[in-house]
């Protein structure tokens, strides 16, 4: 039986689906105060979190003459706030309704002195529109569940993080949304997109250029569980017939992605090796069928020659991409 320390646990999406809808809650309090608090960046990037070595962090979030941040501790269970001044507050991470996890962030931050209100409703959560001070039904808190998701989204992000130094055009950082609760990383052709008629404005500002783009999801219906996915936006022609690899990896047309199985990764000799095969095969196909500059796109890093001896890699070869 494997471990919870396993490279790549397991993740049966049965068996963790109620607290992944209370964590899901959780995350979209904390995300929220970033949003309400950060300057608005290019495709919403300054709303997301990134992923750390014990969890998830909002990054610094700017407040009067200072900062804080808060981070999530998926090995402590903890929820951490840390100031540019004062002392650093701790929530435990535990069973409880998302209604007292709301009031207590928010006490908390009136503690260190950070007043500030957010839009109480979950947002891409279209089955559910409890406000958070109202919610009692989501109280769920499996924490060696959530530590195998977050052990899983950090390999996840070694992997994506990977697969974006490759690419030297306009890259999103590898960072993970609270509203979709998805780990993602998206490159960009630097054309702009044809507009998107009727699309609200968090949509027309993500894909207002053209885009390839990756991520991770721990619970997706169309695989009856976690599911790496890749898709154009938009899409060139041929794209959902395209040659992929590997070779469990199919197009789904009712969401117009590729998608492949975690446990399909995960079980692999190589996981790694198979996920990045994944992540470069489909942009490659967006990318040639959408007539993106790759010469342009994938230059070689400039490097110094010493650095590059330290690191044991030859010069003509940095950048090199696997061939589509």
């Not at 993970?176 to 609200?200: N, Y």
């Not at 898709?231 to 959902?240: D, L, T």
Request: glycine share 6%; with cysteine.
């Amino acid at each position: 039986m494997e471990t919870l320390d396993a490279a790549w646990p397991p993740l049966p999406l049965d068996a963790w689906k109620d607290t992944y809808a209370t964590l899901h809650r959780y995350t979209q309090v904390i995300g929220k105060v970033k949003l309400a608090l950060t300057p608005p960046q290019n495709h919403w990037w300054n709303v997301a979190f990134r992923v750390t070595a014990r969890g998830m962090t909002t990054g610094l979030i700017p407040y009067g003459q200072g900062a804080f941040e808060v981070d999530f501790d998926f090995r402590s269970h903890e929820l951490l706030f840390r100031a540019s001044r004062g002392p650093t507050r701790v929530m435990a991470l535990e069973p409880r309704p998302v209604a007292e996890f709301y009031r207590d962030v928010m006490a908390t931050l009136r503690s260190m002195g950070v007043e500030t209100r957010i839009w109480e409703h979950p947002v891409e959560i279209p089955e559910d529109a409890i406000p958070f001070s109202q919610d009692l039904q989501h109280r769920s808190y499996d924490g060696e569940a959530v530590e195998r998701w977050w052990r899983a989204t950090m390999q996840a992000t070694l992997v994506f993080e990977e697969f974006r130094a490759r690419f030297t055009g306009k890259c999103s950082p590898v960072h993970f949304f609270w509203g979709s609760f998805d780990l993602a990383v998206t490159r960009f052709s630097g054309r702009p997109a044809p507009d998107r008629p009727g699309a609200d404005p968090i949509t027309q500002e993500a894909y207002c250029e053209e885009v390839s783009s990756a991520g991770f999801w721990p619970g997706l219906l169309a695989t009856g569980g976690a599911a790496f996915y890749s898709y154009a936006a938009p899409e060139p022609e041929g794209f959902a017939t395209a040659k992929v690899r590997p070779a469990a990896a199919r197009y789904d047309g009712a969401i117009k992605e590729y998608l492949l199985s975690y446990d399909d990764v995960r079980r692999a000799d190589d996981p790694k090796a198979v996920l990045l095969d994944f992540l470069q095969s489909t942009y490659a196909a967006c990318a040639d069928l959408g007539g993106w500059e790759r010469d342009r796109l994938e230059r070689p890093l400039i490097v110094p020659e010493a650095q590059r001896a330290r690191r044991g890699v030859d010069a003509g070869t940095l950048a090199e991409q696997p061939a589509p």
